[in-house]
């Protein structure tokens, strides 16, 4: 089906778009990137979340039907699965009525140490899995404990050249991630934006 010149694109419509560009022959080598890694963003609005979602589930089962083998990294679930292995969720939450804000976003920052922390449990779940794509979700959840950029600058060094697609809730200029559409990151990310794919 042709899409609608200057109408909105639904949140369906959008997703059938990403299927197509995910199941074409060329996206696992990467050859649209002129040699770039193979790092992708998708934004959706932050009132959108729970639609998208559900069409982010919908699609992993559409390209896995296709041969695709997708891995869902939520950033927001391995951080819950390090506190717990840590033994630290249920001091977490206490601290949480207890201390100041800061103190336990110091502390939190400390104990999900993005390198040799957040990043190393991310590589073991890709490496455990058979994937050929990774969608990388719950950016929103985890700020401002974890930045998006500090992962999405990092991850393409753990995980070789499978494709990384990550799922961000606000805007992406093509080279700053603007969080929620409000929190202007000042650092540069460079990813191929598939919002503006036709």
Same mark, same amino acid.
């Given at each position: ?46 009132? #959108?979340?729970?639609? /998208? @979602?559900?069409? %982010?589930?919908?699609? $992993?089962?559409? *390209? ?9 990294? #939520?950033?927001?679930? /391995? @951080?819950?699965? %390090?506190?717990?292995? $840590?033994?630290? *969720? ?5 601290s949480e009525l207890k201390s100041q804000k800061k103190r336990l976003l110091d502390s939190l920052v400390s104990i999900l140490d993005i390198q040799k922390v957040l990043l190393p449990a991310i590589e073991k779940k890709v490496l455990d899995s058979s ?68």
């Amino acid at each position: 089906m042709p899409w609608s010149i200057g109408m909105p694109e639904t949140i369906a419509q959008k997703f059938d778009k990403l299927f197509t560009i995910f199941t074409a022959p060329d996206f696992l080598e990467g050859k649209r990137l002129g040699g770039e890694i193979a790092s992708y963003i998708s934004t959706y609005a932050p009132e #959108d979340h729970n639609a /998208t @979602s559900e069409q %982010i589930a919908a699609l $992993k089962n559409r *390209l896995e039907k296709n041969g695709r083998m997708v891995i869902i990294v #939520d950033l927001y679930e /391995t @951080s819950i699965e %390090i506190l717990s292995e $840590k033994k630290l *969720l249920n001091r977490v939450f206490e601290s949480e009525l207890k201390s100041q804000k800061k103190r336990l976003l110091d502390s939190l920052v400390s104990i999900l140490d993005i390198q040799k922390v957040l990043l190393p449990a991310i590589e073991k779940k890709v490496l455990d899995s058979s994937a050929s794509i990774i969608f990388l979700i719950g950016i929103g959840q985890v700020f401002p404990i974890i930045r998006a950029h500090t992962v999405l600058n990092n991850i393409q060094n753990l995980v070789a050249k499978i494709p990384v697609v990550a799922f961000f809730p606000g805007a992406y200029d093509g080279t700053r991630l603007k969080l929620f559409d409000r929190l202007q990151d000042q650092n540069h990310y460079r990813a191929f934006n598939l919002d503006t794919q036709s």
